[in-house]
């Protein structure tokens, strides 16, 4: 080889080296770029406390930290670990919560080290309605105070059950870091700063965000480099991107036919996972048609759930009991259940004034795993003479016409923290009610259980609570507020030689937590 050759061989190498993928360029058959496909047009909002939606928590997840934290894997309230703080007390009566952080954590982005005033403006930002989705989980506390670098504590105006929920490492109990978030403003939610394991680095609209690896992650530098997490709307384009390789990880149909297909595909694994979504039908009781108790009647008798479990298979659905999700703390199952009876239902509309039905324009996300059971629940009402005519629009769009009330029907399919208190409060107390200063999720306008819901939040005695949310269901299902259809299992796949480093039972981000022991074999 002449030297001309081989300065022209060299080169040419370092050329492809410098346009490989961080962390591609390491020793032969490491990877250490995980790509990860999710069902959705483009991002909403990373802004922890602002966002709700399946995209974006699965992504937030890596980005952020609570005080404490759900063991990864598991959604077990018993399993609940330090993460941020290392350890805390609680008063006898519970109204005093004392946090001990860790020392040395560091923001993501030379932003300093994370310390008590970060946490402090963190609880106060997600219990303000200008600033938080989840204003409304944090009201009964009463102070959240500093006093020293490395101690949080926090004063309740009454005990609750569940505080710890509130400062784990969902919704409201992300922590930000202060002076990154000052700092950016209304940017914050499309530029980040955290403490997690990995770092946003770069937001492609309609394409992708790309993470890197935080070097200086609290738990150790992680082993992946880098993440790219992409958009991809199309069932059928995300399964042939995993199916050839280029993506690693992939969200999933919540149906049974997508499970065994893709269990088919050469080195996939297939997880089926909880928290189970609820998907119900949220009724305006304050709709000019919906307002008569009749019509709702009329609506819950057409919905049949044993179809709707048979359209998405029995591996990944099952019937729903209640308003509140099987499983959680509270959840009663002795509700009353309206059960699906074509002639009733055709009967009560008589009877309300709509012999010959209705016809009634809502608005739907355009997300796969949902439109479908919309169009079930249509073709279902339409049996009984009522024509929805559905306005489908993209999924972050949807979220925020729904919170605009812009919908008499909304669907909505939701998991939150497996206990009662947080379901009930968010879909159905009066605080919570859409369009107004303290909105969160109460599409239905529905206030029949504020007293109970409020009394067994500081019910310290268990089977007290658990009769109050108990009689809160009965309430509202009585009214018929909302009509619970199914629930609908997590699905996702990832090839076999990816290791999460934990065992996948269980995320309530709804999306598997990819942490600093995350890395291929």
Known sequence: ?????????????????????????????????????????????????????????????????????????????????????????????????????????????????????????????????????????????????????????????????????????????????????????????????????????????????????????????????????????????????????????????????????????????????????????????????LKDIRVRKAIAHAIDRKAMVQLKGASTAREARSIVPIGYLGQADDVPLLPFDLEKSKALLKEAGHPNGFTLKIIHTNLSGMLPTMQAWQAMLKKVGINLEIDVVEHATFHAQIRKDLSPIVHYAAARPPVADIYLTQFFHSRSQVNTPTAVTNFTHCNQADAEIDAARSEPDPAKAKALWRTAQIKLMENVCAVPSHEQLQTFAYKSNLVFGYDLKGSLSLGPPILETTHFK
């Open 1 to 289: 080889m002449t030297m001309r050759t081989l300065t022209t061989a060299l080169l040419a190498g370092a050329a492809l080296l410098a346009a490989a993928p961080l962390g591609e360029a390491k020793a032969q058959g490491q990877k250490t770029v995980l790509n990860y496909g999710m069902a959705s047009k483009d991002m909403g909002r990373l802004d922890p406390h602002l966002t709700a939606t399946t995209p974006d928590k699965a992504l937030l997840q890596m980005i952020f930290n609570g005080l404490v934290r759900f063991k990864p894997g598991s959604l077990s309230l018993e399993q609940m670990e330090p993460d941020l703080a290392e350890k805390w007390t609680r008063s006898a009566d519970g109204k005093e919560w004392v946090f001990m952080l860790r020392k040395g954590v560091q923001c993501h982005r030379g932003y300093g080290e994370l310390t008590s005033d970060d946490v402090v403006y963190s609880l106060k930002r997600a219990s303000d309605t200008k600033t938080s989705s989840f204003a409304s989980d944090y009201k009964d506390i009463d102070k959240v105070e500093a006093p020293d670098k490395y101690t949080v504590k926090i004063t309740l105006k009454s005990a609750i059950p569940s505080l710890l929920l509130f400062v784990a490492n969902l919704h409201g109990g992300n922590i930000v870091c202060k002076k990154a978030a000052v700092e950016a403003g209304e940017n914050f939610k499309v530029k980040p700063i955290g403490t997690g394991p990995f770092m946003f680095e770069e937001y492609k609209p309609q394409q992708s965000v790309t993470l890197v690896a935080n070097k200086q992650y609290f738990r150790g530098a992680p082993k992946l480099e880098r993440i790219v997490y992409r958009y991809i709307e199309s069932d059928a384009s995300r399964d042939l991107a995993f199916a050839s390789g280029e993506l690693d990880l992939v969200y999933g149909r919540q149906d049974e036919t997508w499970v065994e297909r893709t269990k088919k595909v050469k080195d996939a694994v297939v997880a089926v996972i909880e928290p189970a979504e609820l998907s119900s039908i949220y009724l305006n009781t304050k709709h000019e048609i």
